[in-house]
């Protein structure tokens, strides 16, 4: 069965766990990792990345801002701000978008490039350069460009073929 963006607005919440990034620096102190990764970004530079990539997950999910919008109950504008920057995003609201990113992941589970992207953002930030995040980035980017402009599925999942593999998280 396809999932739809009303799926995606009500997958259970128990898929949601501690595996994202910021979600494990919330919960555990920096003495108690469970995750060795060979970098160790902080919440604010976790957060910086995931804002700069909103609205690029959100175009390749196929949604517009009017639905983040309904979905985290705030203004269209209010979004916007996110996504181009004007508005700086908290740790604290960096781990709500990260909900919301992993139940996107979870509601479209046949969108390899918005998988890619969501387990890049998601688990994988620690893993690697800046330089290469940054390269990732573009990648993404041209993604959402690609699927904005109606490429075809095939198409995108080839960009996408130039993001790490998902892995277990």
């Not at 985290?72 to 504008?77: G, R, Y």
């Not at 890619?116 to 980017?141: A, H, P, R, V």
């Not at 995108?156 to 790490?164: K, R, W």
């Amino acid at each position: 069965a396809v999932a739809t963006a009303a799926t995606a607005a009500t997958a259970p919440l128990t898929v949601l766990g501690a595996g994202a990034l910021l979600v494990d620096k919330a919960l555990n102190d920096d003495d108690d990792k469970i995750y060795k990764h060979k970098y160790n970004r902080s919440m604010e530079e976790l957060a910086a990345i995931l804002q700069r990539n909103l609205a690029n997950v959100r175009i390749i999910a196929g949604l517009n801002a009017d639905y983040y919008a309904k979905s985290m109950q705030v203004t269209k504008q209010a979004i916007s701000n996110l996504e181009t920057g004007r508005v700086k995003m908290s740790t604290q609201l960096g781990v709500t978008w990260t909900t919301v990113i992993q139940i996107l992941a979870h509601g479209f589970p046949n969108n390899i490039p918005l998988q890619k992207t969501c387990n890049l953002l998601l688990y994988k930030l620690d893993d690697y350069s800046d330089e290469e995040i940054s390269k990732f980035e573009e990648i993404i980017s041209k993604i959402a460009k690609a699927k904005k402009a109606g490429v075809d599925d095939e198409t995108l999942e080839l960009l996408a073929s130039f993001l790490p593999d998902i892995k277990d998280k």
